[in-house]
């Protein structure tokens, strides 16, 4: 069997699904993105939250039934947006329940409030699976997320060598690669490095990754 790359969170919807690749395309329904027909995510990221969610978020519900979509998110917190935090948390919080409620894994956004993420997720008792993406902070933050079970998805940015040590380290069992909005990089590109780095064939990274694909979106 020729096992894909995967390619867990990008923004690209022109990504043709085959044998080579496994794509899950992020839909925000707060910034005038409409669902597809592919594999996809939904959810309200934190950055376009506005005077509309209530609205969004009852499309959200109708949306998610759908067969196709297969993660909820990106959704999450960040300090840097102009969002208001209390606004967003309560926005995150009402996601987070919807993906209990309809038992969808979730794709974290999370700039700078790592701590108020997991508070939101143990208060609402969370045990499906989550994936921080786009993840690019240090070892000592990535070995207590992976000790909680959760997944890092690591992007381009790993490239120039500023997560080595999280790339080295890792259990493979809790990691997943991403393009994101990178729309000039291959996903495969990002394979290559990470092998590199561990000193693994791809093809043994490409086996373990889709088997946390296959694990974390029941394919």
């Known amino acids: 069997m020729l096992v894909p790359y995967i390619d867990i969170h990008t923004h690209r919807l022109d990504m043709i699904q085959n ?10 329904l707060n910034h005038n993105e409409t669902i597809i027909e592919g594999d996809c995510s939904i959810g309200l ?8 969610t209530e609205k969004t978020l009852e499309l959200m519900q109708e949306m998610i039934q759908k067969g196709n979509v297969v993660a909820l998110g990106e959704c999450g917190l960040d300090k840097n947006s102009a969002v208001s935090f209390v606004v967003q948390q309560q ?48 070892w000592a933050l990535a070995k207590q997320l992976i000790a909680k079970g959760y997944y890092l998805s690591i992007g381009i940015h790993c490239l120039n060598g500023s997560q080595d040590e999280v790339v080295r380290n890792i259990p493979l ?17 990002l394979y290559q490095y990470v092998a590199q780095v561990r000193s693994i064939p791809v093809e043994m990274l490409k086996q373990a990754l889709y088997h946390n694909y296959k694990i974390v979106l029941k394919k």
């Open 19 to 28: 044998g080579f690749n496994r794509s899950v395309i992020n839909i925000a």
């Open 45 to 52: 990221h934190p950055w376009y939250i506005d005077n509309n």
């Open 91 to 138: 926005v995150f919080d009402q996601q987070v329940l919807l993906a209990i409620a309809f038992q969808k894994p979730l794709i974290i956004h999370c700039v700078r409030a790592f701590q108020e993420v997991l508070a939101s997720l143990v208060k609402a008792k969370f045990h499906l699976p989550v994936i921080f993406h786009g993840y690019r902070k240090n």
């Open 173 to 189: 069992t809790h990691l997943f690669l991403e393009t994101d909005t990178y729309t000039a990089t291959e996903v495969a590109t």
